[in-house]
């Protein structure tokens, strides 16, 4: 994923062009774009009450300038959040909206997280699938990768795919060789051991009921979050932000307590690891067995206690 997030920059980015990106976004952002290829993040407000802010983000496409670089990532890191239906058709309307006023549109999906959706209602097809046939003006770059789709961490192989309305052989011939190109120049090849086992899995027979069981373990751990959160004492200290997917959670804590501190805190005192942003927690529900799911959040709501007195 980092790997084709760089080479999407390589291809579409430009020094001191702004990349549109939700105010919750992956760090590595940062690295790949700004670090490596001196553009500007411009983030524009992700949720509005218990929902998504589409219209933040189609006001910042309609905003001066004729060129707009979105990049759109569901389920969210470090949210955990996926449109839902309704949601998600807001999204892809204010894009053409913008397309059709004549701005040209290259749209990233980062699709990390694919397919990881715990609830009924929520849009369980990637952006893209709207997006790649929506308008001559918008170019739809689906990045992806088996890293957590598929659970197989290290093999650091990934997806780019292309799609946009009208498009020629010869246009996509174009951006496939330009593709080919900056990859070879950056990184030469992904690992043939790797592409080789991963062609070996999907083919398996086996292969759909694995990764089911796999998925199950993931959601297991997300329905006891739901359940832990369910605790009013918490409110005291801390709430979650929205959530229904992917592999994280963050938690919004109460004015007064400075995240970084009552990170360190859980590191040093009870052997909790989470990520501070702001005056957020992400927390990798993904990683914790259901067993150990209450301690952890007994174990930051004593946190806060004890920062608190």
């Not at 980015?13 to 993040?41: H, R, T």
């Not at 006023?101 to 097809?125: N, P």
Request: with cysteine.
């Amino acid at each position: 994923m980092t790997h084709g997030i760089s080479m999407a920059g390589y291809m579409f980015v430009n020094p001191g062009e702004e990349i549109l990106v939700p105010s919750l976004f992956w760090g590595n952002y940062n690295l790949s774009f700004i670090n490596a290829y001196d553009a500007k993040i411009k983030p524009y407000n992700l949720f509005k009450g218990e929902g998504l802010d589409v219209a933040a983000m189609g006001a910042e496409l309609m905003s001066e300038g004729d060129k707009k670089i979105l990049l759109l990532n569901f389920p969210n890191n470090p949210t955990g959040y996926s449109p839902d239906v309704r949601e998600m058709k807001e999204i892809i309307s204010a894009v053409e909206q913008a397309a059709k006023a004549g701005k040209k549109i290259v749209v990233i999906c980062d699709d990390a997280y694919f397919g990881l959706v715990f609830e009924e209602g929520i849009e369980a097809q990637s952006p893209f699938a709207w997006l790649a046939n929506l308008h001559e003006n918008v170019l739809a770059v689906k990045v992806d990768g088996p890293t957590k789709e598929d659970y197989v961490w290290g093999f650091r192989v990934g997806f780019m795919t292309y799609g946009i309305k009208g498009g020629t052989e010869a246009l996509y011939t174009a951006l496939e060789n330009k593709t080919a190109g900056a990859i070879r120049g950056s990184i030469s090849n992904t690992s043939n051991l790797s592409q080789s086992l991963l062609l070996e899995a999907f083919d398996s027979p086996t292969y759909q009921e694995e990764k089911k069981e796999k998925f199950n373990i993931l959601k297991s751990r997300y329905e006891a979050v739901k359940q832990a959160m369910k605790n009013p004492d918490y409110a005291e200290f801390f709430k979650a932000k929205p959530y229904n997917s992917g592999y994280f959670m963050c938690i919004e804590l109460k004015d007064g307590l400075d995240a970084d501190v009552v990170r360190r805190l859980l590191i040093e005192k009870y052997s909790i690891g989470t990520i501070s942003l702001n005056n957020l927690l992400r927390i990798a529900f993904s990683a914790v067995a259901v067993k150990d799911i209450l301690a952890l959040f007994d174990g930051i709501y004593s946190a806060c206690k004890e920062l608190t007195v």
